[in-house]
């Protein structure tokens, strides 16, 4: 797997466009245009819808798709506004380049909660989207796939749901509810895995495990209900041969030798699986490739500059992964290396200032 650092980006033009205040000053003309596009007889057009085999699948085999044409996969964002630019910096950036042909960008899901700018990280994306439908794909994660609009207000199945919080606090401000109208609609229609022709795999969380695959091949209903929800909510366990599943928690994971059984029984339904892109585990270096996995390789990348209030260790800023798809093998990493005091600036570490404040209120210090 090659991995590239990401160092000598004009990280002063990453934080000006960065910036929440101007991207909410658009969000009428942004919602306006979304919405237009969803409305679409014959739906918005965005990335692999040609290769849906009706319209409500969401287990897209791939078959259109030119390998040269450069695309690039970003994996958890959960309203990081900064790592987001950062990402699409270097996608633009000319001399990271293997090809001159505008890039597409795959979305492998989970967007917002966890604070930072959930709202603006979805308007910077329906931007990407109404500019060039055909050149984003977005996949459902389980943060997007949670969130519901009961004609009331937004409800969330999952914790933290503070993106849903903030909607409900905001359910006056006519462009803000549309926006999350939006999201309803859009990830209800969003694809849940991606089969690539060179048996590249690219989910949110999974695959269907062991106990779905006698009725997957019974009935090759790739949609059925539980099969959707594996490939969004399964974890992968870096060192396991085999784990039960147990969806009672929404907590199922995998092991080498369950992906290894998905694999033969997906290639036995025409569908060939050698290796997988995914996000949902937030590992410390934002990206690993598990050793255990060697004969079928799994790669988990998230795009995430900082130490989420639910992360336990590790230094609070971090360098977020991209990736790069490359025929035949794992997609080509890269870290983007943010200045910690960029990283600071925007997400100030609380944990950090209230030890000071602490600190600062002994008398023996």
């Known amino acids: 797997?090659?991995?590239?650092?990401?160092?000598?980006?004009?990280?002063?033009?990453?934080?000006?466009a960065a910036d929440p205040a101007l991207i909410r000053s658009n969000i009428r003309a942004t919602v306006e245009r979304m919405e237009a596009l969803l409305?679409?007889?014959?739906?918005?057009g965005m990335l692999f819808d040609?290769?849906?085999?009706?319209?409500?699948?969401?287990?897209i085999q791939i078959s259109g798709f030119d390998p040269e044409e450069p695309l690039w996969i970003i994996g958890d964002l959960h309203g990081d506004l900064l790592a987001l630019e950062a990402a699409l910096a270097v996608i633009r950036e000319p001399h990271l380049q293997h090809d001159t042909r505008l890039p597409s960008i795959l979305f492998l899901g989970d967007l917002f909660d966890d604070e930072g700018f959930g709202l603006?990280?979805?308007?910077?994306?329906?931007?990407l989207i109404v500019e060039a439908p055909?050149?984003?794909?977005?996949?459902?994660?389980?943060?997007?796939?949670?969130?519901?609009?009961?004609?009331?207000?937004?409800?969330?199945?999952?914790n933290p749901s503070d993106f849903a919080d903030f909607l409900n606090a905001n359910?006056?401000?006519e462009w803000i509810e549309r926006a999350g109208k939006l999201v309803v609609r859009l990830f209800a229609r969003s694809p849940r895995a991606l089969f690539f022709p060179d048996g590249l795999l690219a989910v949110h969380g999974g695959f269907p495990l062991a106990d779905l695959h006698p009725k997957l091949v019974e009935t090759g209903d790739w949609n059925d209900k539980m099969c959707l929800s594996d490939f969004v909510w399964t974890r992968a366990h870096p060192k396991a041969r085999r784990k039960l599943p147990n969806r009672f928690?929404?907590?199922?994971?995998f092991g080498y030798e369950d992906f290894a059984a998905f694999c033969a029984v997906s290639a036995s339904m025409g569908r060939p699986v050698t290796r997988m892109v995914r996000g949902h585990d937030h590992v410390e270096e934002r990206y690993e490739a598990y050793p255990a996995y060697r004969i079928h390789p799994v790669l988990?990348?998230?795009?995430?500059?900082?130490?989420?209030?639910?992360?336990s260790f590790g230094p609070y800023e971090r360098a977020p992964a991209i990736a790069q798809y490359v025929e035949g093998a794992l997609p080509r990493v890269h870290r983007l290396h943010i200045p910690a005091e960029m990283i600071r600036g925007f997400y100030p570490d609380t944990a950090l200032e209230s030890s000071d404040t602490e600190m600062s209120q002994d008398p023996h210090i």
């Not at 040609?50 to 287990?59: F, I, Q, Y």
């Not at 603006?120 to 931007?127: I, N, P, Y």
């Not at 988990?300 to 992360?311: G, M």
Request: proline share 2%; charged share 35%.
């Open 300 to 311: 988990t990348i998230v795009a995430l500059s900082r130490r989420l209030r639910r992360e």
């Open 1 to 16: 797997m090659e991995i590239v650092d990401v160092a000598d980006l004009n990280w002063q033009s990453v934080a000006d």
């Open 39 to 44: 409305d679409q007889a014959d739906g918005p």
């Open 120 to 127: 603006e990280v979805l308007l910077r994306v329906f931007e």
């Open 249 to 253: 928690s929404r907590g199922s994971q």
């Open 50 to 59: 040609k290769d849906r085999a009706d319209p409500e699948d969401k287990v």
């Open 171 to 173: 359910l006056t401000h």
């Open 134 to 158: 055909d050149r984003v794909c977005l996949i459902a994660g389980n943060h997007d796939e949670a969130i519901a609009y009961d004609g009331v207000r937004f409800t969330s199945s999952v």
